[in-house]
């Protein structure tokens, strides 16, 4: 039997892990030119992401920080999905992380209420863009995207779920 990573609440043990993973993820898998300066939000996590109805998970393998996912609360019982990056080991049928960190969005959107998530992701992320097609989200244009979502300089592709 498979050992599968375990889904839970971000916590600040976790900062250091989730900052590499992301900039890892980012920089050297994609080549995106970004830096943790320009993402004071990993910084401030809690903060940040773990109030009013958003929140901020990461999926743990033998207490490595294998995965993340975030729903940032935008008000009118909607989020934005954000900083969802998984290990490029841990992707994929075997380990199912990626599934697990967005079943587990998808529970807490349905136990606060929320009516959508929005999320944006750069073109050069195509596995991300057949997963979430796959789970159900739409493709939508720059314009149907609720005025409060925060949009970022390197998002260019935007998608939606309904939760109603």
Same mark, same amino acid.
């Given at each position: 039997?498979?050992?599968?990573?375990?889904?839970?609440?971000?916590?600040?043990?976790?900062? !250091? *892990? =989730? $900052?590499?993973? /992301?900039?890892?993820?980012?920089?050297?898998?994609?080549?995106?030119?970004?830096? @943790?300066?320009?993402?004071?939000?990993?910084?401030?996590?809690?903060?940040?992401?773990?109030?009013?109805?958003?929140?901020?998970?990461?999926?743990?393998?033998? !207490? *490595? =920080? $294998?995965?993340? /996912?975030?729903?940032?609360?935008?008000?009118?019982?909607?989020?934005?999905?954000? @900083?969802?990056?998984?290990?490029?080991?841990?992707?994929?049928?075997?380990?199912?992380?990626?599934?697990?960190?967005?079943?587990?969005?998808?529970?807490?959107?349905?136990?606060?209420?929320?009516?959508?998530?929005?999320?944006?992701?750069?073109?050069?992320?195509?596995?991300?863009?057949?997963?979430?097609?796959?789970?159900?989200?739409?493709?939508?244009?720059?314009?149907?995207?609720?005025?409060?979502?925060?949009?970022?300089?390197?998002?260019?592709?935007?998608?939606?779920?309904?939760?109603?």
């Amino acid at each position: 039997m498979n050992e599968i990573p375990i889904v839970k609440p971000y916590s600040n043990e976790h900062q !250091d *892990q =989730v $900052v590499d993973l /992301i900039l890892q993820i980012q920089q050297r898998e994609y080549n995106i030119p970004i830096t @943790k300066e320009e993402q004071p939000d990993l910084f401030t996590i809690k903060d940040f992401y773990q109030k009013g109805h958003g929140n901020f998970w990461v999926a743990v393998f033998k !207490d *490595q =920080v $294998v995965g993340t /996912i975030s729903l940032l609360d935008i008000g009118n019982n909607q989020v934005a999905l954000r @900083k969802m990056f998984v290990d490029k080991n841990f992707r994929g049928k075997r380990y199912k992380t990626a599934h697990l960190l967005l079943d587990r969005a998808i529970t807490w959107m349905k136990e606060n209420s929320i009516k959508s998530v929005f999320l944006g992701t750069t073109p050069q992320f195509l596995a991300a863009h057949r997963f979430y097609k796959k789970h159900g989200f739409t493709s939508i244009g720059i314009e149907e995207l609720p005025k409060n979502f925060p949009l970022l300089q390197v998002d260019k592709k935007f998608y939606q779920y309904s939760l109603t």
